[in-house]
């Protein structure tokens, strides 16, 4: 089954006047998933993201929205089906909480009785109390509250897209963690399309599905967090992200050099999928990643079998063996190969516990194929 696509760039240019912010621009965004944005100032982060509800228009090119091409669709209709959170909240002052977040539901028609229990809700989901909040003006409220605020309202048409132009660059780390923690439960429940820009590289590495590094409008690496920080596609992205993300010994001869991308599934998928993809690899096991991309363990075909006769829409987070050996990205291949002789996946971790890849069985055996096929052609 293809992956629905809620945007998509065509052939996309974007001239100012003097000279290209967007070269010939190509990019889909899979429906449900939180994307990243990242890149130097001046790339074309912000402009991109307001080509998505037509606050810019290309210059050449085509943007589609679920489908539809949004050059033929008007544009202020379409920005009330598309939430968006700028960095400076942008908070009507003279407005209380309660109207800020009901403005767009308001001008859709929704009447005052459904206004306010939209209200009631979309505060809780946020973490604010409904009685404390609602009446309060936005100077009443800190700078994350605010922030929060503005999420709340991006949500309060029910959108499925919602961009984010660094919400959360104002605030303090911790209520910074808190809010992208929030916001990945949210997203959970709620399966929107987050297109979202950040300077931050940790923030980008956490929340994303998948990361997208543009450089002077062109896109250098679009990828998971884990295949990014595996597999960087050039020096440019190492650069970027900062070389101490990256293990130091990349000498052949280590995990990092063996491992392979695709074995892994998330914790809060059906085993039903874990199923399929474990056919779809001919493998024998899976690593299981939690929220942040972090391993919580594996998970092998014989639980999966034995689960699935039981109850079929059981999560693998429900039956994940946590008791489960890893191997760090330069662990030297001797240990490598006294290691997986014991177990059917070796999970390979960066410093903070991220996944990064896994060796198998078969990855081994396939490194020593190509080292004897590089000896037989250099002897
Ligand atoms: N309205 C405009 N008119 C002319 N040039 C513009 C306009 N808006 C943006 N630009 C130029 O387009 C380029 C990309 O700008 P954009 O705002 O998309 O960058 P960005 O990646 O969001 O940067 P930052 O990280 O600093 O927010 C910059 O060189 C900028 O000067
Ligand atoms: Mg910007």
């Not at 075909?301 to 050996?325: F, M, N, P, R, Y």
């Amino acid at each position: 089954m293809a992956e629905a696509v809620a945007v998509e760039f065509r052939n996309v240019s974007k001239d100012y006047g003097s000279g290209k912010v967007l070269r010939d621009f190509n990019l889909t965004v899979p429906k449900g998933q939180i994307v990243t944005i990242i890149g130097p100032s001046g790339c074309g982060k912000t402009t991109l993201l307001k080509m998505i509800n037509r606050l810019e228009e290309p210059s050449e090119g085509k943007v589609l929205v679920e489908g539809r091409d949004i050059g033929s669709v008007d544009a202020v209709s379409l920005r009330r089906d598309i939430g968006y959170v700028i960095q400076q909240i942008g908070l009507f002052p003279h407005m209380t909480i309660e109207e800020n977040i009901g403005i767009v539901p308001r001008l859709k028609g929704a009447g005052k009785g459904e206004r306010r229990e939209q209200v009631t809700k979309l505060l809780q989901l946020i973490g604010l109390s409904p009685e404390q909040y609602r009446k309060r003006y936005p100077h009443e409220l800190s700078g994350g509250q605010q922030q929060r605020i503005g999420v709340a309202r991006a949500l309060a048409s029910d959108p499925s897209i919602i961009l984010m132009d660094e919400p959360f660059s104002a605030l303090d780390p911790i209520s910074r963690v808190q809010l992208q923690k929030e916001l990945i439960n949210l997203n959970q429940r709620l399966h929107k399309t987050i297109v979202f820009v950040t300077h931050d590289i940790d923030e980008a590495l956490k929340i994303a599905d998948r990361v997208i590094l543009l450089s002077e409008g062109e896109v250098v690496q679009s990828s998971t967090p884990a295949e990014l920080l595996a597999h960087p596609a050039n020096e440019f992205v190492v650069e970027f992200l900062g070389p101490e993300r990256f293990p130091k010994d990349l000498a052949p001869g280590t995990a990092h050099h063996i491992m392979i991308d695709g074995l892994s599934i998330d914790h809060q998928a059906p085993i039903e999928e874990a199923l399929e993809l474990l056919r779809a690899n001919s493998a024998e096991a899976l690593a299981v990643t939690g929220t942040w991309g972090e391993l919580l363990g594996i998970v092998g075909i014989e639980e999966i079998s034995q689960h699935l006769l039981h109850d079929s829409t059981l999560k693998v987070g429900a039956i994940v063996q946590s008791d489960t050996s890893s191997l760090l990205a330069h662990t030297p291949l001797s240990e490598v190969f006294e290691q997986i002789r014991n177990h059917r996946i070796l999970p390979v971790v960066d410093d903070s516990n991220r996944l990064i890849g896994t060796v198998t069985r078969s990855s081994v055996i396939e490194a020593l194929g190509r080292h004897l096929h590089r000896e037989e052609h250099s002897a």
